[in-house]
C-alpha cells in the first residue's frame, strides 16, 4: 500500500485532541487532513484517493451521526472510524448499523486506531477499485443498441439463441451476430462473464 | 435619807429627855431641866423645820419629776408598764392598755403574766425568781422580742425593753412595749420574698451567679454548684481564674469588663468545661445597682444551649448530609459528560505519548517539537487533573465553608462539567457573566450545587422539545433591592416550562415532576440560597420555558 496515495481525515471539535490524533496518525506516514466540524469538511474540496474518516461523535451542530447519515445521502462513500470521549450503546448501534467501520472510545489505544485505518483505507480502495470496474462496465453496457440490450437480457436468463430469436421475432443468425456484438462490447470472454456484467448491472432477469 | 437621819435625833433627843434626872425640888434645879429640855426641843424642831423645808423642796422637785414623766407616759406611743418583784402591776400608760385591750387602770394590781400566752408565764416568773435571787437575766433588756395577749385572747408580736429600779430593797421593773405585728409582718413578707427568690435561684436549670466589680464572686446559685462541683462559700472573693482553665476565664473576665464598661444588660455566648465536656451557654449579664443608681456588682443568668447547640449541629450535618446525597445524584447524571470530559485531554496525552514514541524510534523526532508536545502533554494533564478536582470537591461530603466567591467562576468552574452534556443534548448554551460583580459570600460547593441543578433541570426540561429550540442562558447581574447590593444569577430555558401547579410545589421537598427525581433538588437548593441570606424563585417564560431566579447578598 502506497501511502501518498491515501489520506485519512480528521473532524475532531476539540483543538488538542485533533492536533494530537493528526500528529499520531501523521507519524505513521499517512497523509491528514483535519476539520473542527462536520461543515468544515463538507465544504472542502478533498482528493480522490482511498481515505477513511475518522470522526467524533459528539460534534456541535451537526454531530458525527448527523454526518454520517448526510454523507449516505447525497452518495458520498468513505469509511468512517467512529470516536468518542464516552460512547453509550445506543450511539454505538445506531452509528455501527449506518455503517460505521469501526467505533473506538477515547483514550484509544494507537494500535486500535492504526489498524482501523488500515482496515479502512484498504476497504475504501478494494470498494474504489469495484466502484471503478462497475463504471467500465456501466460504460460498456450504455454502448450497447438497444437491440443489442435487449438480446443481452434475454441471453443470461439462460434461453437459446433459438429462443431469442422466436422471442424477439427475427432469425436465429441476427440474434447470433448482436451476440457477438454484446459479449464484445461489454468485454466479456465467456457466456458466465456476460452473465455476472448482468448480475452486476442489476439488469438480471429482467424483462422488457 | 433626811427624813431617816432626822428620826434618828429624834429618837437620840427623846432619849436624853427620858435620862434627865428627875426634877429636884429646888428651883434652881428644875430651872436648869427645864432649859435643858428646852434647848433639846428646840434643837429638834430645828431640825424638824430643816427637814420639812428639804423635804418640800424635795417633793417640789419629784412633783414635777413626776408630771414630767407622767406627761411622757402619757403621750407615749408605746406602752409602758412598771411592776414589782413580785411581777404585779404597778403602773400602765394609757398606750399600754390601747395595746392589750384594757383601761389602763384595769391593769393595776394585776400581774404581768396576765398579758401573756399561758405557755410563756412559768418561764416569766421563773426567770424574774433567778434574776432576783442571781441577778442572772435569761434575755437581753434591750428591744426583747416576746409574744403578747390581747384581752381578747389574740396573741401578738411585742419588743420589749426593761429598766429596773430598787427601793428600799425592792426591785422594780419597768417594761417600754412596742407592737411589731406591722414590722413582723414585713419582716416575715421580706424573708418570704427572700426565700422565693431564693428558692426560685436555686431551682432553676439557669447558671447564676453574682460578683463584685473586681468580678470576685459574690454568690452562685446551686446549679452553679451544681455543675462546677463547688460550694458557694468557697467561690466567695475568688475569680474565675481559680475555677476555670486560664483562656476560659480570660473570656469570662473581657465579658464581664465590657458589660462593666457599656452599663447595660448584655448577652454572650460562653464555653466553658464542666465535668471534662465543654458546655456552651448563652448568658445574660448585667449590673446591679444600689439606690444612688451605682453599680456595685456584676450579675449573670447563663442557660445551658449545649443540646441546642448538637441539635443544630446535627440538623446541619443532616442537611449537609442532604445535600451531598442530592449533589452527588445530580452528578450522577452528567457522569457521561464528566467522562467525556475527562477522556479527551487523557485521549490527547496517549496520542500526543505514542506520536513522540514513534517518532524517537524512527529517529525523526525533531527537539524543538518534541518540547511543544510535551507542554500540551502537561496542560492536558492538568486539564484533566482539574476537572477531577472539581468533581471530587462537589463529591465531597464536606460542612459548609464560607468563603468570597466570584459567582462568575462558580459557573466557569460548573460549565466544562456539563458541556458535553448539552453539546450532546444540541443545547444552545449562552452565558452573561460580567468580570465586575461584587464578591458573594458563601460556599463554593454549595453555590456550585445550586447553579448545577437549576442548569440541570434546564437541560432536563428542554428533553421533549425540537433540537432547533433549545436554549440555555446564565446570566448573573448586580441588582439593588430594598437598599442593599445583591449579585443576580438568572437560569433561563426553552423548555416544557412550569404549570401553575408546579410552582405551587416546585420547591417543596419530595415534589417531582422527573420519573426518576427525588424530589429533593429544588427544596435542598432554596434552603441552601436562603442559608445564604439570599432568595431563590421561579416563573414560566412569556412563551417558552421557564427562568430560575436567585439572588446572593454581595459582600461590599
Known amino acids: ?208 | 435619807m433626811k427624813v431617816i437621819a432626822l428620826m434618828e435625833r429624834i429618837v437620840a433627843a427623846r432619849q436624853r429627855l427620858t435620862e434627865l434626872p428627875e426634877p429636884s425640888n429646888g428651883p434652881a434645879g428644875t430651872e436648869s431641866q427645864v432649859r435643858q429640855a428646852v434647848r433639846l426641843l428646840s434643837s429638834v424642831l430645828g431640825e424638824l423645820e430643816t427637814v420639812a423645808k428639804e423635804s418640800k423642796r424635795e417633793e417640789e422637785a419629784v412633783s414635777e419629776n413626776e408630771s414630767r414623766f407622767e406627761i411622757l407616759a402619757e403621750t407615749a406611743t408605746d406602752g409602758i408598764f412598771s411592776i414589782d418583784d413580785q411581777s404585779t402591776i404597778r403602773y400602765a400608760n394609757p398606750a399600754a392598755g390601747l395595746l392589750f385591750g384594757y383601761e389602763p387602770n384595769e391593769m393595776l394590781g394585776n400581774t404581768l403574766t396576765s398579758l401573756m400566752p399561758e405557755r410563756l408565764r412559768q418561764i416569766h416568773l421563773t426567770s424574774v425568781r433567778r434574776y432576783l435571787s442571781t441577778g442572772q437575766r435569761h434575755v437581753g433588756w434591750r428591744a426583747v422580742e416576746l409574744i403578747g395577749l390581747h384581752k381578747s385572747g389574740r396573741e401578738f408580736p411585742i419588743e420589749v425593753s426593761f429598766g429596773e429600779a430598787i427601793h428600799n430593797g425592792r426591785h422594780f421593773f419597768t417594761g417600754i412595749v412596742r407592737d411589731v405585728t406591722d414590722r413582723k409582718r414585713s419582716e416575715e413578707a421580706l424573708r418570704t420574698s427572700e426565700q422565693r427568690l431564693q428558692a426560685i435561684v436555686d431551682n432553676t436549670t439557669a447558671v447564676i451567679f453574682i460578683k463584685d466589680l473586681e468580678l470576685r464572686y459574690l454568690l452562685i446559685n446551686r446549679e452553679y454548684e451544681r455543675l462546677f462541683g463547688i460550694g458557694r462559700e468557697q467561690v466567695q472573693g475568688r475569680t474565675d481564674f481559680d475555677f476555670h482553665p486560664h483562656d476560659v476565664a480570660e473570656t469570662l473576665r473581657a465579658n464581664d469588663r465590657q458589660v462593666i464598661e457599656i452599663g447595660g444588660p448584655t448577652q454572650f455566648e460562653e464555653v466553658v468545661p464542666s465535668k471534662g465536656s465543654a458546655r456552651h451557654y448563652v448568658v445574660v449579664k448585667f449590673l446591679l445597682r444600689d439606690q444612688a443608681n451605682e453599680p456595685y456588682a456584676i450579675c449573670g443568668i447563663a442557660t445551658d444551649i449545649t443540646e441546642l447547640k448538637q441539635a443544630q449541629e446535627d440538623l446541619r450535618s443532616t442537611e449537609a448530609e442532604l445535600a451531598h446525597i442530592t449533589r452527588v445524584m445530580t452528578m450522577g447524571e452528567i457522569t457521561s459528560s464528566i467522562a467525556h470530559e475527562i477522556n479527551q485531554p487523557l485521549g490527547t496525552i496517549v496520542n500526543y505519548g505514542n506520536a513522540c514514541l514513534r517518532l524517537l524510534r524512527t529517529g525523526s523526532a525533531d527537539l524543538a517539537e518534541m518540547a511543544s508536545v510535551l507542554s500540551e502533554i502537561v496542560n492536558n494533564a492538568n486539564r484533566a487533573s482539574t476537572i477531577i478536582a472539581r468533581i471530587r470537591a462537589l463529591s465531597k461530603k464536606a460542612l459548609p465553608e464560607v468563603a468570597v466567591l466570584k459567582v462568575e467562576d462558580l459557573v466557569a468552574e460548573i460549565l466544562p462539567l456539563i458541556r458535553n452534556e448539552l453539546t450532546r443534548r444540541r443545547i444552545v448554551l449562552k452565558t452573561a457573566l460580567p468580570g465586575d460583580l461584587p464578591p458573594v459570600l458563601g460556599d463554593r460547593i454549595q453555590l456550585q450545587q445550586v447553579l448545577l441543578n437549576l442548569v440541570m433541570n434546564s437541560v432536563e426540561a428542554m428533553h421533549q422539545v425540537p433540537e432547533d429550540r433549545r436554549q440555555l442562558s446564565v446570566e448573573a447581574e448586580s441588582h439593588i433591592s430594598e437598599g442593599k447590593e445583591f449579585v443576580l444569577v438568572t437560569v433561563t430555558d426553552s423548555g416544557i416550562g412550569l404549570k401553575a401547579e408546579d410552582l405551587q410545589k416546585l420547591f417543596q421537598a419530595f415534589y417531582t415532576t422527573k420519573a426518576e427525581g427525588m424530589g429533593m433538588g429544588l427544596a435542598i437548593c432554596r434552603s441552601i440560597v436562603g442559608a445564604h441570606g439570599g432568595r431563590l424563585w421561579a416563573e414560566p417564560n412569556a412563551e417558552l420555558g421557564a427562568t430560575f431566579q436567585f439572588m446572593l447578598p454581595a459582600q461590599t
Do not use: W
Not at chain 1, 470521549?85 to 494500535?111: C, N, W, Y
Not at chain 1, 480502495?125 to 471503478?132: H, P, V
Not at chain 1, 450497447?144 to 427475427?170: F, H, P, Y
Open chain 1, 1 to 208: 500500500m502506497t501511502m501518498a496515495e491515501t489520506i485519512v481525515f480528521i473532524i475532531e471539535d476539540d483543538p488538542p485532541f485533533r492536533r494530537s490524533t493528526e500528529m499520531l496518525i501523521g507519524s505513521t506516514g499517512l497523509s491528514v487532513q483535519a476539520f473542527s466540524s462536520a461543515e468544515e469538511f463538507l465544504r472542502s474540496r478533498r482528493p480522490d484517493v482511498p481515505s477513511c474518516l475518522v470522526l467524533d461523535v459528539r460534534l456541535p451542530h451537526l454531530s458525527g451521526l448527523d454526518l454520517q447519515r448526510e454523507l449516505a445521502k447525497t452518495g458520498v462513500q468513505i469509511p468512517i472510524i467512529f470516536i468518542t470521549g464516552h460512547g453509550d450503546i445506543p450511539m454505538t448501534v445506531q452509528a455501527m448499523k449506518a455503517g460505521a467501520s469501526e467505533f473506538l472510545t477515547k483514550p484509544f489505544r494507537e494500535q486500535d486506531l492504526l489498524d482501523a485505518i488500515h482496515r479502512a483505507i484498504n476497504f475504501d480502495r478494494a470498494a474504489r477499485l469495484q466502484r471503478a470496474k462497475l463504471e467500465d462496465l456501466r460504460r460498456r453496457y450504455h454502448s450497447l443498441t438497444a437491440r443489442e440490450r435487449e438480446v443481452m437480457s434475454l441471453v443470461v436468463t439462460g434461453m437459446l439463441n433459438k429462443q431469442v430469436a422466436i422471442e424477439l421475432g427475427t432469425t436465429e443468425k441476427t440474434i447470433k451476430v448482436h451476440r457477438g456484438h454484446v459479449m464484445q462490447k461489454i468485454g466479456a470472454r465467456s457466456f458466465a462473464d456476460l452473465v455476472r456484467a448482468a448480475e452486476k448491472l442489476g439488469i438480471f432477469g429482467r424483462t422488457s
